[in-house]
């Protein structure tokens, strides 16, 4: 039953250069398709489980719903969809980042209410530009998250509490903004009702498809043959095409889909660009790497000469910000801002999202695109269960069984990582 | 002979009311392995901290780097000089991979901010193959290596920053045999590379394989220096525990420390 491929032992002094890396306990990936598939088996049981769960969860959700309601795959509910999930999904985005700090950050709600707030609050009460607005909400958005960072890694306050008063403290400070005016309308045509009304035409849409796919090539392209210029071991062209295949396909998919509705959603766009654009920070870059380090052990990272408070601030400065970016989101959508904005189940959706997705609560673990994953996994349940006209009490009760699942996938995984030895982190 | 590269002398360093140095001399030549022992509370970690830069010594004492006086006031001044220090915790971030720890805090970066993660593997591969070291592959992350390998890789990212001096708390503490051996290969091949290697161990078996001098702290006193080729197990064990602590003893450590200390000046 276990075809793991050995690689033959070769580790004398007659081949010093392969020996010294090559290891004969190591298992090597046959550059074939079947050498994958024995891979991926390989890892999943070793507990990397990587995105495979919640794509099976998603295409399940997809064919139950469609199989009980046959609107639910239509291009208009599925365009519906990416919009209603970049709010939350933008404050899914901030979560990651504090999650792989190892912390977490119960205050992305209130803070997206109070964003919502001051947007309102300037546009209509006060009628500065809208562009002024939402820079002003998104400023406000980054103090508040400086504030928290600061208090958290200077005055060692647990982060939990830092946020858990943040969550009471600035819901209250949407309250006092918003005064006696229960609800605040904005204008339907400005700016900040666009960044949910616009589409893009077809072209477009495919003109980003290709673009992705081009600098996706051309730059994994670049890495592989300067690897193979530096002696490294490195993917054949096959399968940086296969690679290139799997991307395109949700791409290709995604926008034939919208663009039989009105077109790709700005929402959406502005949405997966913050995401692709923090796994670029998070994996690519010196920051990302201390981030990581910082979840993975932050005594190390310490001792490694990283600035961990500094780090630390950031972080809880970007959860903040986007945390703002998506209260706007939220104005936009709903046309007004009100005490409510932010206070419902919005907090509890975008650290579920997080988890869902596939990042790991215990820090350390996990990547950008779990924003995205998990975003689709709760909004789509949501969008089928309005579907069927279910209750809100019937939404709330899978919510909760779909996000124990991920939790518990998370922790077994945790612990098949560990007794195959790839990490418990 | 050539000068130490690191020589401290009279140093002493005094916790409240507990000296935990008094007076130490203390040198690593080039291209030797010095084992540093005595029984707990002895003051070898005070000593490694004083070296490091951890804990300042007290003023009175002489430190001096390749013959010119220097002073040690932070841990960043000692790295600076070239020391090294390989604490028993290693500090490894157990979710990045091999490359990711190697140069972790002293990333390779092609422009502003953004990894260069080919250079950083090839100088990693070259590293770890001047080492002779066999990891099985360098994208794994470290949680999934051995614990000496673990120790490898922690001794191989200090080595990144080039040092001269090498200080190795306890590294083969949690060890297995074979593992054991691995590390000491990799102190052999340190040594064999023109760095001065101080070496922390309890364990008389790896200081006799592989160190050139053992130097006995008891009570925060230098108890003894001895070249371990011409000292026997029992007398080091005897300057340890303090039973060397009677005039016959004591005479015949005099005359081994004269005998080096006459070395020293050739």
């Known amino acids: 039953m276990s075809q793991q491929t050995h690689v033959p032992n070769s580790v004398d002094g007659a081949q010093p250069q392969d020996g010294a890396r090559r290891d004969p306990r190591l298992l090597t990936t046959v550059a074939s398709p079947s050498g994958w598939l024995q891979a991926l088996r390989r890892n999943i049981r070793g507990g990397e489980l990587g995105p495979l769960p919640v794509i099976v969860g998603l295409l399940l959700i997809g064919l139950v719903f469609q199989s009980m309601n046959d609107r639910f795959l239509s291009p208009q509910n599925l365009s519906n969809l990416t919009v209603q999930i970049a709010a939350v999904g933008l404050m899914t985005t901030g979560v990651i980042m504090v999650l792989l700090l190892g912390e977490i950050d119960l205050s992305v709600g209130s803070v997206s209410g109070l964003a919502a707030g001051v947007v309102a609050v300037l546009a209509v009460r006060y009628g500065t530009s809208e562009w002024v607005a939402i820079g002003a909400a998104v400023g406000v958005g980054l103090l508040v998250g400086l504030i928290h960072g600061f208090i958290f890694a200077k005055m060692g306050v647990p982060a939990f509490v830092v946020t858990l008063a943040g969550l009471l403290g600035w819901q209250g400070v949407h309250l006092n903004l918003m005064g006696s005016d229960g609800s605040i309308n904005t204008s339907s045509t400005g700016p900040i009702a666009m960044l949910t009304q616009t589409y893009f035409v077809p072209v477009v849409g495919w003109a980003l498809v290709l673009l992705t796919l081009a600098l996706y090539l051309v730059s994994v392209l670049t890495v592989e043959r300067k690897r193979s210029g530096a002696g490294l071991p490195h993917k054949s062209l096959v399968e940086v095409l296969f690679r290139a295949g799997l991307l395109a396909l949700p791409l290709v998919g995604g926008v034939w889909i919208l663009n039989q509705y009105k077109g790709v959603p700005l929402a959406f766009l502005i949405f997966v660009g913050f995401v692709v654009m923090l796994d670029l920070v998070l994996r690519k870059t010196r920051y990302g790497r201390m981030v990581y380090a910082v979840g993975g052990s932050s005594e190390a990272a310490r001792r490694a000469g990283i600035n961990v408070d500094l780090i630390r601030i950031s972080v809880f400065g970007i959860a903040s910000t986007l945390a703002a970016l998506g209260g706007v989101m939220l104005v936009s959508r709903n046309f007004a801002a009100s005490v409510s904005t932010g206070g419902g189940a919005e907090l509890m959706m975008a650290i579920a999202a997080a988890v869902i997705g596939g990042t790991s609560l215990f820090g350390g673990r996990g990547n950008a695109y779990s924003a995205l994953l998990g975003g689709l996994v709760l909004g789509a349940i949501t969008s089928g269960l309005l579907l069927l006209q279910m209750d809100t009490s019937v939404r709330f009760m899978i919510t909760a069984a779909v996000l124990l699942i991920a939790v518990i996938l998370d922790a077994i995984s945790r612990r098949g990582r560990k007794t195959h030895a790839r990490g418990g982190a | ?266």
């Open chain 2, 1 to 266: 002979m050539s000068t130490p590269v690191l020589e401290l002398s009279g140093i002493s360093k005094t916790f409240g009311a507990v000296k935990a140095l008094s007076e130490v001399d203390f040198h690593v030549d080039p291209g030797e392995v010095v084992a540093l022992l005595g029984d707990n509370g002895a003051g070898k970690s005070t000593l490694v901290k004083v070296i490091a830069g951890a804990h300042p010594a007290d003023s009175g004492g002489v430190i001096s780097w390749d013959g010119d006086p220097v002073t040690i006031g932070a841990p960043s001044d000692a790295q600076r000089l070239g020391i090294a220090t390989i604490y028993q915790d290693l500090a490894l971030c157990d979710n990045l991979d091999i490359v990711g720890n190697l140069f972790l805090g002293n990333e390779r970066l092609h422009f502003p901010g953004t990894l260069d993660e080919v250079e950083m593997e090839r100088r990693a591969v070259e590293l770890l193959d001047s080492l002779s070291v066999s990891i099985p592959s360098l994208r794994v992350p470290v949680a999934s290596l051995s614990g000496g390998q673990r120790q490898i890789i922690a001794i191989a990212r200090s080595l990144l920053g080039q040092p001269r001096v090498v200080m190795l708390d306890e590294p083969t503490a949690a060890l297995g045999v074979a593992q054991t051996a691995q590390v000491l290969d990799l102190i052999e091949r340190l040594r064999d590379q023109g760095l001065g290697v101080v070496l922390i161990s309890h364990n008389m078996a790896d200081v006799r394989a592989v160190a050139d001098r053992a130097v006995v702290l008891r009570l925060g006193r230098t108890a003894g220096d001895f070249p371990i080729a011409e000292t026997s197990y029992e007398e080091i064990v005897a300057a340890i525990t303090g039973a060397a602590d009677n005039p016959v003893t004591r005479r015949s450590t005099r005359t081994g420390s004269s005998a080096t200390a006459t070395k020293d000046k050739e």
